[in-house]
C-alpha cells in the first residue's frame, strides 16, 4: 500500500525503478504528499510496469507527478494512472520504447476455490475469488467423458475487485452416474484460463442420509435407516468447521449466515458421506 510515498502535506517523491522484473503492485504506488505533494518517477527497462489505482498521483490538491516510462514491455494498469492533483494538479509523463507483445501475463483473478456437489438431482456450483483484473465472466462447463465439454451456465464477472467475491450456479438438468465440470474464466479481450477439474456422482445422492429440510431457515433433521453411532460436522463455503457434534439428529442453524454448507457425516463402521445444507434466512 503506497509504496514510495512523500510526506503528508508537502511531502516529495523521488523514485526509480530500473532493470527489474516486475514494477511493484498496489494502490496508489509513487504516490505524492496530500496537500502538495510531488512525486518524480522513472520507470526503465521493466518488464511489466506497475498495476493498481491511480499510480504516480501527484498531491490531493496542488500535487505534480512527473514520470517515465522507457523499455518497458507494459504500460500501467488501473484506473487513472498518471494523475495529478484533484484542484490544481499536473501530470507530465512519456513512454519510449513500449512494446506489448512481450507484456507479461498478469493473472486475471486469483480463485480461492471452485466445488461441484449433487444434491436431490441437481449439481450445486460454488466459487470464490480474492482478486479480478479485467474479468469479464465466467462459464461452467460439464462433460461425460472429461475430454468432450459443453457449456452449463454463463456468470457475469466484476471486472475489476480487490476483495474476495463469492459465486453460485446450479446445474438442474445433470448427467446420471459420474460426471466432470469446470470453470473457464474469460477476459474482456478474450483471453481465457480453465479451473481444476471436479468430478461428481449424481447417483450418490439417493443414499441412505437425507436432511430435511432442506433449505431451512430454522433446523433440520438427519433422516437415515442407519441406528449406528455417528458423528456431524458442519463445513462453511469456505471449509471452515462451523459445527461439530455426535450422535445429533436435529440441528439448529439459528447461529449460522444464509447461505451453503456441507454435512458430513462418519458412521462408527467407518463408512462417510456429505450432502450439501442450504440456510436461507
Avoid at 493473472?107 to 471452485?114: D, N
Avoid at 450445486?124 to 483484473?133: G, V
Wanted: charged fraction near 20%; proline fraction near 5%; aromatic fraction near 10%.
Amino acid at each position: 500500500m503506497n509504496p514510495f510515498a512523500g510526506g503528508n502535506d508537502d511531502g516529495h517523491s523521488s523514485t526509480s525503478v530500473i532493470n527489474t522484473n516486475c514494477a511493484p503492485v498496489g494502490l496508489n504506488p509513487f504516490a505524492g504528499g496530500n496537500a502538495d505533494g510531488h512525486s518524480s518517477t522513472s520507470v526503465i527497462n521493466t518488464n511489466c510496469a506497475p498495476v493498481g489505482l491511480n499510480p504516480f498521483s501527484g498531491g490531493q490538491e496542488d500535487g505534480h507527478a512527473r514520470f517515465s516510462l522507457i523499455n518497458t514491455a507494459c504500460a500501467p494498469v488501473g484506473l487513472n494512472p498518471f494523475a495529478g492533483g484533484r484542484s490544481d494538479g499536473h501530470s507530465s509523463f512519456s513512454i519510449l520504447v513500449l512494446d506489448p507483445m512481450t507484456c507479461l501475463t498478469v493473472l486475471p483473478i486469483t480463485l480461492l476455490y471452485f466445488d461441484a456437489m449433487a444434491h436431490e438431482r441437481k449439481v450445486y456450483l460454488d466459487w470464490s475469488t480474492s482478486s479480478e483484473i479485467n474479468n469479464d465472466y465466467f462459464t461452467v462447463e460439464r462433460s461425460k467423458n472429461a475430454d468432450k465439454w459443453e457449456k452449463v451456465v454463463r456468470v457475469e464477472g466484476a471486472g475489476f475487485s480487490s476483495s474476495t467475491l463469492n459465486y453460485q450456479a446450479i446445474d438442474t438438468d445433470p448427467y446420471t452416474g459420474i460426471s466432470y465440470y469446470r470453470l473457464k474464466q474469460t477476459d474482456f479481450d478474450g483471453q481465457f484460463e480453465y479451473s481444476d477439474v471436479r468430478a461428481v456422482n449424481i447417483d450418490a445422492d439417493q443414499g441412505r442420509v437425507r436432511l430435511y429440510p432442506n433449505p431451512t431457515n430454522d433446523r433440520f433433521f438427519i433422516v437415515s435407516p442407519e441406528n449406528s453411532a455417528f458423528s456431524v460436522n458442519i463445513l462453511d463455503a469456505y471449509g471452515k468447521l462451523v459445527y461439530t457434534e455426535a450422535n445429533q439428529k436435529e440441528i439448529s442453524v439459528a447461529g449460522f449466515a444464509s447461505g451453503m454448507y456441507v454435512v458430513r457425516i462418519n458412521f462408527a463402521g467407518g463408512e462417510s458421506t456429505s450432502v450439501r445444507l442450504i440456510v436461507n434466512k
